[in-house]
């Protein structure tokens, strides 16, 4: 390992251990919200022309949630437009409704946020489309409307659709959350991103295409999405290239353009807009952040391909419903009914649905060795004792992770669970009370039928990638709680992630005394309680056009 790569180390591990909740001390945050400084949630590019996305997408496939894995019998694109690039980000970082209560309004999105606070920015670059002059675009949900960013000068667009190429750019505005959260925002901007890869998977889903990652380094994708031209964020606060993601399928026939084909257009392109600045004045820059996401842009090893060894089998899923419609209705429940109960195959079908399956959605988007397991806190679920659990995502972590936890657990299968599950019982307890508490003593940890921790094979990962293994991490957490969402609300139950949890008590819980393992991520599925004071407004009613 270089020095480079020790000092990046270092500065995360640092990182994460100084944002840990503790029950006595939280993380360093603001400590009350300072309503006057609050970022505008929507990123504009003042002086980019706009072209506004079309809002009624009728006329494509529709498939239901079952439909989408491996092959699929519905009806593929061939072609795309504007109607199907409209689809594409609507369902993924657009808006999903409007929220009322009293004189406040707010936008819900198809992909989640840590607090609603949306750091996440998506920029398509293309080329060879037949309405859509090829360059860099930036989306903007409230308008649902792209804006170029910069057209590229060699235009070698044809007619010709099989020749059409769609990349996916992510990035992160960090102070959108730690305007609220302070230092630990971070993470949050991190299991955003993971949320939003997802969301884009199953997204390209439902038009029958995929998306798949691209080896780069953020020096490429700043200059891909435009984030180095200083010129043109003069008055922005910092925003962070996170990930490349390609639109492909399995009929693509044409080989693709290689990066160094993309980076020369964007080079060479006119560039346009001026980034809009999102708080007046910020107070509170926690420098912490900044050191992170530059250690993190200065490493750059790859994760290692491929899922794991295991071989699943399919997944057995019914869902009927349309997928689309499953996106757009996605919800964090804000409360449960205690005491319900969750039917054991829905139970099991929730865990397989978080198996890394390589060719199902979402885990094809992130085809690389599986680093999170899940510690299960059972509390109703048919025919399963309360207690607590754990599901191995790759059953060869069994052993570490034995050597590494309480010598009392028990590490029994429980009975009627599909031999593929790695599923282990540990104790068998009313373990309402520990959510609870771990969760921040947030009741929805509690009254939900299950709730879980996301444990990471932390030192591993750092030690094999670098600190870019640190927001990998994150991302794949953010994938599994993507697929919760929507596998819940496929079987009218809810799912809300969990964020502030105290981190040490849930690793002392299970013994953990290093950090080979540590947990990243908490999330909760159970029967929703809807606040009736909340109106609800569609999406898009704000905008007059079809
Ligand atoms: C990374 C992450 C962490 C979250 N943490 C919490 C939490 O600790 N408590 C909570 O009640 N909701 C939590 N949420 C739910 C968000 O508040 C919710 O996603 C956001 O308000 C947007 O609402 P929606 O999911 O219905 O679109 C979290 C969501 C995400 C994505």
Not at 242 to 256: E, K, Y
Request: proline share 7%; glycine share 6%; aromatic share 10%.
């Amino acid at each position: 390992m270089n020095t480079r790569s020790a000092a990046g180390i270092e500065c995360v591990r640092n990182y994460h251990q100084r944002t840990k909740h503790h029950l006595d001390r939280y993380a360093d945050g603001p400590g009350f919200l300072d309503w006057d400084q609050q970022p505008d949630p929507f990123r504009r590019f003042e002086g980019s022309p706009l072209y506004p996305l079309p809002l009624t997408i009728d006329q494509l496939p529709d498939p239901a949630l079952g439909e989408l894995e491996r092959q699929p019998p519905y009806k593929l694109l061939h072609s795309w437009g504007l109607t199907e690039i409209s689809s594409l980000l609507r369902h993924n970082l657009g808006l999903s409704a409007w929220k009322v209560y009293g004189p406040d309004r707010w936008a819900l999105r198809c992909n989640p946020s840590s607090g609603n606070l949306h750091p996440t920015e998506g920029y398509l670059i293309v080329r060879g489309l037949p309405m859509l002059k090829s360059g860099v675009y930036h989306y903007a949900p409230h308008e649902h409307a792209l804006e170029l960013r910069a057209a590229f000068k060699t235009d070698s667009e044809s007619l010709n659709t099989a020749t059409a190429e769609i990349l996916l750019g992510l990035s992160s505005i960090p102070w959108r959350e730690a305007w609220k959260y302070g230092e630990r925002a971070l993470r949050y901007v991190h299991l955003d991103l993971g949320h939003a890869i997802g969301a884009s998977d199953y997204a390209a889903a439902t038009l029958g295409f995929r998306f798949e990652p691209l080896e780069t380094n953020s020096k490429m994708l700043a200059t891909l999405m435009g984030l180095d031209r200083d010129q043109d964020f003069i008055h922005a606060e910092s925003e962070r290239p996170d990930l490349l993601l390609r639109l492909t399928s399995d009929n693509t026939a044409d080989s693709p353009t290689p990066l160094t084909g993309w980076l020369a257009q964007a080079e060479g392109a006119d560039w346009y807009g001026q980034a809009n600045r999102l708080s007046q004045h910020p107070r509170h820059q926690w420098p912490i952040i900044d050191e992170v996401c530059d250690a993190i842009a200065r490493n750059e090893g790859e994760p290692e391909k491929g899922h794991g060894d295991d071989d699943f089998p399919p997944m057995t899923t019914t869902a009927d419903t349309s997928a689309r419609q499953l996106i757009l209705k996605r919800r964090s429940a804000q409360a449960f009914y205690d005491n319900r109960s969750l039917p054991k195959q829905d139970f099991v079908h929730l865990l397989d649905s978080l198996l890394p399956r390589q060719d199902d959605v979402p885990w094809r988007a992130w085809p690389y060795r599986a680093q999170i397991h899940l510690v299960l806190f059972v509390h109703h679920v048919d025919e399963i004792t309360s207690g607590l659990y754990l599901l191995l995502r790759r059953s060869d972590v069994l052993e570490p992770l034995k050597r590494e936890m309480n010598k009392s657990f028990s590490f029994e299968k429980p009975e009627g669970i599909p031999q593929h599950l790695s599923l282990y019982r540990l104790i068998t307890a009313d373990s309402q009370q520990a959510a609870r508490v771990i969760s921040c003593h947030q009741d929805i940890a509690a009254d939900s039928f299950f709730s879980l921790g996301m444990l990471a094979a932390f030192d591993h990962t750092l030690e094999t990638q670098g600190a870019i293994g640190y927001p990998r991490l994150y991302w794949e957490a953010g994938l599994i709680g993507q697929a919760l969402y929507i596998h819940a609300e496929s079987l009218g139950v809810r799912g809300t992630g969990i964020g502030c949890f105290f981190d040490d008590l849930v690793h002392e819980l299970l013994g953990l005394s290093t950090t080979r393992f540590q947990s990243l991520y908490h999330f909760t599925v159970g029967e929703p309680k809807d606040d009736t004071r909340l109106q609800t407004l569609p999406p898009y009613s704000h905008l007059s056009r079809s």
